[in-house]
């Protein structure tokens, strides 16, 4: 019962930032829970971050201290601010959302982090 569409990805250097968007197509208000995951070649799917309709916020070990998730209800957009990159995250990341127990996904963007 949303579509999500992610942007803000690109190539980066290592030690750069770049800031990932959400829009959604309604209201996230009352949305459960909404989040990040990323997949790089090979490797499974993992969470990055997520925040709930609480503001409760998850991140990766691998992201603490570097990545900031937040959540604008006015905007129906849900951002991801990445800071001090690395080569390792280097993934396609795609939003998600969870709807009354079900889940819904963007179609990704990729973030190359490279010298």
């Known amino acids: 019962q949303v579509q999500l569409v992610e942007s803000g990805g690109g190539l980066v250097q290592p030690g750069g930032s770049l800031r990932l968007s959400c829009a959604a197509s309604?209201?996230?208000?009352?949305?459960?829970?909404m989040g990040w995951y990323r997949q790089a070649p090979g490797k499974q799917r993992e969470l990055v971050a997520a925040?709930?309709?609480?503001?409760?916020?998850n991140y990766a070990d691998s992201v603490k201290g570097r990545f900031t998730i937040s959540k604008d209800n006015a905007k129906n957009t849900v951002y991801l601010q990445m800071n001090s990159l690395k080569p390792e995250d280097t993934a396609v990341y795609y939003c998600?959302?969870?709807?009354?127990?079900?889940?819904?996904w963007g179609q990704g963007t990729q973030v190359t982090v490279s010298s």
């Open positions: 998600y959302a969870k709807i009354r127990d079900v889940d819904y």
């Open positions: 925040i709930t309709s609480g503001s409760s916020i």
């Open positions: 309604r209201s996230i208000f009352s949305i459960y829970a």
